[in-house]
T-cell receptor
Framework: GESVGLHLPTLSVQEGDNSIINCAYS??????FIWYKQESGKGPQFIIDIRSNMDKRQGQRVTVLLNKTVKHLSLQIAATQPGDSAVYFC??????????FGAGTTVTVRA | DAMVIQNPRYQVTQFGKPVTLSCSQTLNHNVMYWYQQKSSQAPKLLFH???????NEADTPDNFQSRRPNTSFCFLDIRSPGLGDAAMYLC??????????????FGPGTRLTVL
């Protein structure tokens, strides 16, 4: 079946730098996208979401960009902090109350 | 605070011995989900309830069952755990309704070990 995937399994970033995490999706019917952060031993935590009628959405230190033409989603984290170290999952939904998760990117913040 | 609660946080069982994992929510959400997550992998949906309507994923083994006796509680029963069932089990909820896409709220998970 169609699924959501991430481009890179790991990302190492210097503290204070900006991070960009990428995600490609293949289901053209997807109309809702969401980013989760999962710390070790914990459940996924909501970061930000975006609907298909938008190209960009900003939160506190985070921005999600959606390019429907190339089916690409990205999460930008400004001024990355040690507490941002975690696994990040993108997920998509196509009007069925379910989320399909990508493989995840492990972000490590270097001091 | 409204939340999703999972008990126990850690569960150890023996090969073949039935085990039940519990989830409760104070969000009054219509939809409750159970996911299995193995190390370094994405959560995999096992099934979900929309109110009392049960929705099983096609590839969920029969060994996994679920019950939702009321809005607040949902249980995951593993009838005969195998070594391959050792994983983190995540419960999640969502509001449901219209539109059908909305945020899922996750509990902290139950780490299952099978000996």
């Amino acid at each position: 079946g169609e699924s959501v995937g991430l481009h890179l399994p790991t990302l190492s970033v210097q503290e204070g730098d900006n991070s960009i995490i990428n995600c490609a999706y293949s289901n053209s019917a997807s109309d809702y996208f969401i980013w989760y952060k999962q710390e070790s031993g914990k459940g996924p935590q909501f970061i930000i979401d975006i609907r298909s009628n938008m190209d960009k959405r900003q939160g506190q230190r985070v921005t999600v960009l959606l390019n429907k033409t190339v089916k690409h989603l990205s999460l930008q984290i400004a001024a990355t902090q040690p507490g941002d170290s975690a696994v990040y999952f993108c997920a998509e939904s196509s009007n069925d109350y379910k989320l399909s998760f990508g493989a995840g990117t492990t972000v490590t913040v270097r001091a | 605070d409204a939340m999703v609660i999972q008990n126990p946080r850690y569960q150890v069982t023996q090969f073949g011995k039935p085990v039940t994992l519990s989830c409760s929510q104070t969000l009054n959400h219509n939809v409750m989900y159970w996911y299995q997550q193995k190390s370094s992998q994405a959560p995999k949906l096992l099934f979900h309830y929309y109110d009392k309507d049960f929705n099983n994923e096609a590839d969920t083994p029969d060994n996994f069952q679920s019950r939702r006796p009321n809005t607040s509680f949902c249980f995951l029963d593993i009838r005969s755990p195998g070594l391959g069932d050792a994983a983190m089990y995540l419960c999640a909820t969502s509001r449901g309704g219209t539109p059908s896409y909305n945020e899922q709220f996750f509990g902290p998970g139950t780490r299952l070990t099978v000996l």
